[in-house]
């Protein structure tokens, strides 16, 4: 009987759908549900965690609040925290080694005045005993002196480090987020189309801080994709793996259990030349390999069949490879599917303006249309883009009010939601990876400065306007192709907060981003790079109270860098007389 290809263990225990509640926030589908692999767990005797508990309470030891919260892979911002974590446990670890230091020390001078004493003793046993003091010092030794250095040798040091670990270990990110950050390694990769070796090596665009992914790193990226059924990254991840074993680097994994992966990845892919190679070069390390064995002869099998209608696949084959150079020929760019227009836009690579419409687009100072803040002092200002309309504010925002803001939002960061059109709850979604906090004017005087300032810049009543929401992104942070307004299909989308929809959105830049990060507009091919301390401003809507489907936007995945922005919601009760109605649908 042929041997049938045999899948590997997918190491998936169970798929936990991640939740969360905010109010008002965008519209769009969710996705799937994070993965979960399986990791053992600690268990902590209860009489131990009422005892650390009470030390905590008595030395008065307190654990920053931003650690009871969850998803750090979505916030740079939180994983801030886990930096000084580690370093807690570094210093805890190395009191741990000076501990077991000392510990060894005695017990290496108890040994070496011993080792001189018997050396003299055995060479004249009764005459080194005849002296009646060396004959109470064996008796004393041996029943106490001893048992003292037995006491000693097992008196366990790592007490203080394993209760510091124990302490900390439940504030740990968790399997969700290492599958997080790998994802959002996977999903830089596709966006500004760096290969394995550009991201293994840690070659990217302004980094300060320079690291490269070990063939162990790179090993567990492929299994993450595995997991996830992810064949592709699971290739590319694989062989960054064995390359980098191939070139010789040392590493706690071996070349076959990284075949063992790639070759299988491959075969599913439907590359079954590559799947055999790979099979061999895995039986010629190991030829006793069960599965490898098995799929060889499946491989053998297949491959034997695909002989007998060689010329038929040929003859498909030859069509295919025309079909395909017309392909690769490439469609207008203002024909790609919105995630190729998206990703391009991400990487700067959208469509540039002709110098006609470029000639149109000006920059200025702005009085706010007359406000008497602005006419003394008038703010700069620049178009972005001309349809739609989108202006950027300079120097909008000064780095004191940024750094209040960030301060009094980043205790109440979770992970941003979207409205489930489906169920009209607010839940999260793959394909936006940040969290938020909401702050209101009445709680802090300069949150009630900065919403007064939107109001007096754009004309427009912000008293109906949502709370200011304050926005970290994470690893490979992203909110994917979205419309703030909502849709004629939403009517409910905004019934609770009973201020119609969303007219118009303010936004902050409260970070330069070193590389990525930019907010794009695929529909027209517009581009919007985080600059600090600047707001950009547009209408989602026509004077008319359509929505301008121009205005889908996207933040792009942030590829190096940490990236805060804030935004104002701005609604369409209370602009019935700053922005009257027009009678044509789309002006």
């Known amino acids: 009987m042929v041997g049938r290809i045999i899948s590997l263990p997918s190491g998936a225990c169970s798929a936990s759908p991640v939740t969360g509640v905010k109010r008002g926030e965008g519209g769009e589908r969710v996705s799937g549900d994070l993965s979960r692999r399986c990791m053992g767990r600690i268990k902590i005797d209860k009489t131990m965690v009422f005892t650390m508990s009470w030390c905590l309470l008595v030395f008065g030891v307190l654990l920053p609040s931003s650690y009871a919260h969850t998803d750090f892979f979505t916030s740079i911002g939180h994983m801030t925290d886990l930096i000084n974590t580690e370093k807690d446990l570094v210093t805890s670890l190395k009191d741990y080694i000076k501990a077991e230091e000392s510990k060894l020390e005695q017990i290496k001078k108890w040994a070496e005045k011993l080792d001189k004493l018997t050396d003299t003793a055995t060479k004249d046993p009764e005459g080194f005993l005849g002296h009646p003091v060396n004959a109470f010092k064996l008796m004393k030794r041996l029943n106490t002196e001893w048992s003292e250095l037995e006491n000693l040798v097992l008196k366990d040091m790592s ?163 025309e079909e395909s150079k017309i392909q690769k020929k490439g469609p207008s760019k203002d024909y790609l599917p919105e995630r190729q227009k998206y990703e391009m836009l991400c990487r700067g690579e959208g469509l540039k303006m002709t110098p006609r419409r470029q000639s149109k687009l000006f920059c200025r100072y702005s009085d706010g249309n007359g406000n008497p803040k602005y006419i003394l002092g008038p703010v700069k200002q620049e178009d972005e883009w001309d349809r739609p309309r989108i202006v950027r504010f300079i120097e909008i925002i000064s780095d004191e009010e940024i750094e209040t803001v960030k301060e009094l939002a980043k205790p109440r960061l979770s992970r941003a939601t979207v409205h489930d059109p489906q169920t009209g709850k607010l839940t999260t979604a793959q394909y936006r990876v940040s969290k938020s906090a909401w702050l209101s004017g009445y709680e802090n005087p300069i949150v009630a400065r900065i919403n007064t300032r939107i109001q007096d810049l754009t004309g427009l009543d912000v008293s109906t306007a949502e709370e200011l929401q304050v926005a970290n992104y994470g690893v490979g942070g992203q909110y994917e192709p979205h419309y703030d307004f909502a849709r004629k299909d939403e009517p409910d989308a905004f019934k609770e907060l009973g201020t119609g929809n969303r007219i118009a959105t303010w936004l902050f830049y409260m970070s330069d981003v070193a590389a990525g990060g930019a907010t794009v507009f695929p529909e027209v091919g517009a581009s919007v790079w985080p600059r600090k301390g600047t707001a950009v401003f547009w209408y989602n809507l026509f004077p008319s109270g359509e929505g301008d489907y121009s205005t889908r936007h996207a933040a792009c995945p942030v590829l190096v860098g940490n990236k805060w922005v804030s935004n104002k919601w701005i609604h369409e009760r209370g602009q019935e007389f700053r922005r009257p109605c027009s009678l044509s649908e789309f002006e």
Request: aromatic share 10%; charged share 30%.
């Open 159 to 321: 007490d203080g480090f394993i209760s510091n670990m124990t302490i900390q270990r439940q504030y740990f990110p968790n399997d969700e987020d290492q599958t997080g950050a790998a994802k959002a390694l996977l999903r830089l990769q596709d966006t500004y189309n760096l290969d394995t070796d550009t991201l293994s090596k840690g070659n990217l665009p302004g980094v300060k801080h320079k690291t490269f992914l070990t063939a162990e790193d790179c090993f567990e990226l492929g299994k993450i994709a595995y997991t996830e059924s992810d064949y592709y990254h699971t290739e590319l991840w694989m062989e960054q793996a064995l390359k980098q074993l191939d070139d010789g680097e040392v590493s706690s994994i071996d070349k076959v259990s990284v075949l063992d992966y790639l070759s299988y990845a491959v075969y599913q892919q439907g590359d079954l030349d590559k799947a055999m190679t790979l099979t061999k070069r895995l039986l010629e390390l190991d030829p006793e390999h069960q599965r490898a064995n098995g799929n060889m002869k499946y491989f053998e099998y297949i491959m034997a069949k695909e002989k007998e209608t060689n010329k038929s696949f040929a003859e498909t084959n030859d069509k295919a490879e």
